[in-house]
DNA sequence: GGTAAGCCTTGATCTGTATCAAAGGTCTGA
DNA sequence: TCAGACCTTTGATACAGATCAAGGCTTACC
């Protein structure tokens, strides 16, 4: 199948740098120097030493959209980077109810050094290339090097605040400002500037992304039903919040409006 | 005011443990060798002479019940652990909204290095001592010796699994869930055997515990109102799940069936 | 002993979201 | 071109939990 190109991310993962990808089946021989996250991932702070080293005891493995790629419990015998694309991690209960608690954009890290059994279902939203790192060598290198270490720690705080900020999200908001909160997220992250019409004086003020979600996905991420995720999704297109290409591309004509939906006081500080 | 002697938490903080704090209103003459989370907290891995170096730059203080340790966005000039008592994390919404999203218990670590306001607001539950150490020196330690930053990192991983089980629970769980969920994670951790008359048979699926928390902090942990709580906690009472002595403690006659109505599929492994 | 302030419980009612149901789009493959 | 699968939307209805309201219990203080 062909290679997904994301190019509403431009500042991830250009165009140029999926083709690395795309014309080498063999993905091995991509070097660190030019890996597109280089520079955010838990390598950010090796040397070159270090880079070499990571260098050797790297592969690369590539997933399908749709596809998992550990389920909850399976031994995990790597740990890794997500390097373009996007995962998830779920938990499941018994009777089916399912809760998205992780989203994996490119440069976060999967897995944990010293477990060896997967907590969560890692699955692919969109097509996914990761860089693997069997886990002894990676483990006995996080001890030699404190880089890799105080990376890694930088980016579980940032998850934890993530994770944080979302349990307000799920614990206190209504229906309609889960989907505006959801919305503003992934405007923050990865938003294009929206050539909507408006004029160059509400230019700043606008955004544009594709949804890479389902209704589900979403209704699994938000804590809701795929029928009150559509619901909520029509009401803020009727009320002007937002408007609608397609199902999937979603453009914002007033960030401070979505983000006022959304209820954060976290102001306009987002847009920085 | 006389200090609170948390006499159901025998293996985190022992009576003789906080007869140090009240007989010793000079805390800081407390050296790191006799502290009681000295194997739990940051400093866990550190050696001899990395605890000389803590200790020359903590000192103690102590909050009272119900106040406040730091607002959300107020430049914080120190991190540390809780040595003893109960303090939670929580975020406010313009509206008042409430949600708790971290519980901090002895040994639990406060502050994040390298940033220097809070993100939530902290505030003692029960009396709290922490043991503190100024950011600056605290920080460039972390620089120095591996031992803290890797320590922390292990905490940071942990409360991001529990960030995400309590995800499951504020998203997809139902009141009754939810507050079977809330005592079975405290019944995990600071359970006593409950004397409950029910013979030697039945005595190691029995636990009991003082409730630390108004009926108004657990709605703010569970994403509820008080009033549903309540009546949640007296339908569990009706249905025999626990018994109550008092408002505030709590008797589980049989751990297995708590963690069936907590509907949790991670099984009696809880239990060990 | 009386009263005020907190906390908790319980009842009545309302409402936001889930559930049940049907139908419209879009894509794929025969 | 059509059938089938999948995703999405929309409507009707049900229900869990919120909201509004009242009263009980405990503790503190006058």
Redesign the interface.
Known sequence: MPFYIDADQPSVTSLSDMRIFMEAPELKSIHCDECPIRHRAVCAKCESDELEQLDRIKYYRTFEAGQPIVWAGDRMSFVGSVVSGYAT?T?T???G???M??LLLPSDFVG?P?RDSA??NISATTDVVMCCFRKKPFEDMMSDT?HI??R???M??D???A??????V???KTAREKIASLFAIIARRESVLANTGLGVKNVARAASFDLKFTREAMADY??LTIETVSRQISALKKDGVISLQGKRHVIVPDMYRLIDEA???SDGGLLV
């Open positions: 991690l938990q209960m018994e009777d109810r399912t809760q608690v992780g944990r010293g907590a969560y404190p270490a105080q890694l720690l930088e579980t705080l998850e934890l605040d994770a944080r900020e979302w349990m307000l799920l614990g206190r938000l804590g209820g954060d006081d």
